[in-house]
């Protein structure tokens, strides 16, 4: 993790992932190598699953329009961006640990023309001090509160920094998306819901948040949560080149996690899966599909 840090560059914040989605992923190590692989993966999350991230936005309950927005976890900027295009009044402080994803992101503001709106922030949000991150109307935090070593503390500190009145937006993922039909690949049948449980088990143990219910723990905080939705993606993998290319950067870090725990004969299938060259390659195939779910939680502070 790294200290607190901020950017206030002259123009001015997201896994998904994915998670995850894409918010920040302190399991892995921030060394170069890391942030490029998961800022890949984050930038297709954003980009496969635009239309859902809209979804959750427009749908907020909001009392007025926001003016101050802080991204907790923005990772390459899925959130911030969403945000930034649904509130266009608004201007968004970024945070983040990475400051490679932070560099990205203030690079897309750049091109998309709203850097003026935009401040980015790299701290440690487990660290005992916060940096200054204003007052704002609206927090949003999408798959990242299940990283933090300390939840009960984060939602604490949250109420705080929120205004009066403002609105707390925690995002959660079901875990990576699927994106084999059922039956596949052909030599080893369901593959991919081994390789699912074998990193569910991984992070059962170095990431119990995720997947939780926020709902009571918002509570326990001292927010009034006003509203619950979970969303079900099921996206054709026609619709889009980048969904390929998301199920095959997805499975990459999949294996990186299941490997230990698979059979030699699933990590040959999966292999072929992620070999490029194999006409079965998940980057040629045209079944794909992702499903997947998110679940917001949006919760006042009163």
Known sequence: ??????????????????????????EHSHDEHS?????????LDAEVLSEHIASITA?????GEPHQIVDLGCGTGAGTFALLERFPDAHVTAVDTSAEHLRLLREKACAR??????????ADLDSDRWPDLGRPDLVWAS???????????????VRELLAPGGLFAVVELAGFPRFLPAG????????????????????????????????????AAGFAVEDERTISVDIDGARSDAIGRYAHGS????????APALSAEDLTALDELLDTDNPNSLLHRKDLAVRTERTV?????T
């Not at 749908?59 to 009392?63: G, H, S």
């Not at 023309?113 to 790299?122: A, H, K, L, Y």
């Open 184 to 219: 596949a690949p052909a030599n080893r049948p369901g593959l991919e819901e081994r390789a699912h449980a074998a990193t569910d088990a991984f992070h059962a143990e170095h990431v119990p948040h995720r997947g939780a219910d926020w709902g009571p723990m918002l509570t």
């Open 113 to 122: 023309d709203v850097e003026g709106r935009v401040r980015t922030v790299q």
């Open 59 to 63: 749908w907020l309950p909001l009392k």
């Open 143 to 157: 798959a990242s509160m299940h990283h933090m070593a300390h939840p009960d503390r984060t939602l604490a500190r």
């Open 35 to 43: 942030d490029a692989g998961q800022a890949e993966i984050l930038d």
């Open 297 to 301: 939680w949006a919760a006042r502070r």
């Open 1 to 26: 993790m790294t200290q607190a840090h901020e950017h206030t560059p002259s123009h001015g914040q997201g896994p998904e992932h994915p998670e995850h989605s894409h918010g920040t992923h302190p």
């Open 251 to 258: 499975m990459q870090r999949i294996r990186g996690v299941a």
